[in-house]
């Protein structure tokens, strides 16, 4: 028995030694992938532009049809996924046989052979893996696929997986583009939605949208009109009484994504069909405007979910859309963005600091907009401020953050 025993701890101790040694050769001490460029509004311009291109749902079930990705195109989603939440970051190159994907994860922890798990694999022109490497470990491609397909049959996402192989036909890799052939499905939909929310953040949703219902209709008695802050103040705070002190940041989280919702004219009931009741018509504003409300509210939330660089740039992306065609450029609506921003990234992370200034009130949202220039058509916009970042247009937004700094809700303790 205690040779046996003896046997079993040996055993581990060269099942430990091994690992630890795939680990330092496959860990190193520098990223095969930098961290992505800043977002620009020009590279957000062109994402949109990408996902209306190729947006089926219109398409009738049954149709096939296929979707074009340039190189360019298809990097930038990889930057924009590593922004949202994809672990890591991820470049990639086409070429005339296929592609070459490199892959790098920071690691929570550093290790003694370096902090950054790299890999590279070389794709063949149909997507398959030809080969990969993990650091300096060299695995082959035949077993990485079966490994991947056992994987993904077994995992939680396989009836997704089993979707995504029935619909996608082909798959191919050229210099110019990657190419995909698919066969559109309605249920396609639904799968999306089970892969971006787990039942729990359904019910978490579900629950701040009945929140919202009953918050705007309880201050929308009688009135057609209200400030963003008589609805948004009580709302954060009911959210922040229900949930324990840890998880007080993800149901302002929550509450915020729902007051976008709102101000944009979403359907929450598109992520969570459970979700029916909706709340009494009730236009609400910032400083009398239904605009600056939408602004404010939308870059609250994406600072909440996704980061503040992300909502700092679709903010200016908007307002250069409307430069270009639309109401003209709005130094006041980027007020609304910014000061958005702030409060989103104080709900995530200050929300105890958060939760107690609403107790004591809060003042305003955002700062006034007096001076602020608006309705810049991009002549007129060239020629008061050339272009977005010179010193012309840099003075007002220093402006703008000194008027957001001045309010009571973003001065520190």
């Known amino acids: 028995m205690l040779r046996l025993l003896a046997w079993l701890v040996a055993l581990a101790l060269l099942a430990v030694t091994a690992v630890a040694a795939l680990l ?46 340039a190189g360019a195109d298809l990097q930038a989603l990889l930057d924009f996924a590593a922004r949202g939440g994809l672990p890591g970051r991820a470049a990639v190159a086409l070429h005339e046989t296929g592609a070459d994907l490199r892959y790098t994860w920071p690691l929570p922890a550093p290790l003694p052979a370096g902090r950054y798990l790299n890999a590279r694999a070389a794709l063949a022109a149909d997507g398959q893996i030809e080969s990969l490497r993990l650091g300096e470990i060299r695995l082959p491609g035949g077993l990485i696929m079966l490994a991947l397909d056992a994987g993904l049959r077994h995992s939680t996402v396989a009836a997704e997986f089993a979707l995504l192989k029935r619909t996608v036909s082909q798959v191919r890799l050229a210099p110019d583009a990657l190419r995909v052939t698919y066969t559109w499905q309605p249920e396609i939909l639904a799968s999306a939605r089970a892969l971006a929310l787990t039942p729990a953040e359904q019910d978490d949703l579900a629950a701040a949208h009945q929140r919202l219902v009953e918050v705007m209709n309880r201050v929308g008695a009688g009135r057609r009109s209200a400030d963003l802050g008589e609805v948004l103040m009580p709302l954060l705070q009911e959210a922040g009484a229900g949930a324990a002190t840890g998880q007080r940041a993800a149901a302002y989280r929550y509450a915020l994504f729902v007051t976008a919702a ?48 992300l909502a700092n ?84 937004v220093a402006e703008i953050e000194r008027r957001i700094a001045a309010l009571a809700l973003f001065q520190s303790p």
């Open 313 to 396: 740039t679709i903010g200016l992306d908007k307002e250069v859309d409307d430069a270009r065609g639309g109401s003209g450029f709005s130094f006041a609506d980027l007020a609304a963005d910014r000061a958005g921003t702030r409060f989103g990234e104080l709900a995530v992370h200050r929300p105890t600091h958060l939760a107690n200034i609403l107790s004591g009130g809060v003042d305003a949202l955002m700062p006034p907009i007096d001076g602020l220039p608006e309705h810049l058509m991009s002549d007129e916009f060239a020629r008061r401020f050339g272009t977005v970042g010179s010193p012309a247009y840099q003075g007002v």
């Open 24 to 69: 330092f050769q496959a860990v190193g001490s520098t990223p095969l992938v930098p961290p992505p460029d800043e977002l620009t509004a020009a590279n957000l311009s062109r994402l949109k532009g990408i996902l209306r291109a190729n947006d089926p749902r219109r398409l009738r079930p049954d149709t096939t049809r296929e979707v074009a990705i």
């Open 262 to 309: 709102q101000l944009s004219g979403k359907n929450v009931a598109l992520l969570v069909p459970a979700i029916q009741r909706r709340p009494r018509p009730l236009t609400l504003t910032l400083h009398g405007r239904h605009d600056l409300a939408q602004h404010f509210a939308i870059s609250a939330a994406l600072a909440a979910w996704a980061g503040e660089p």
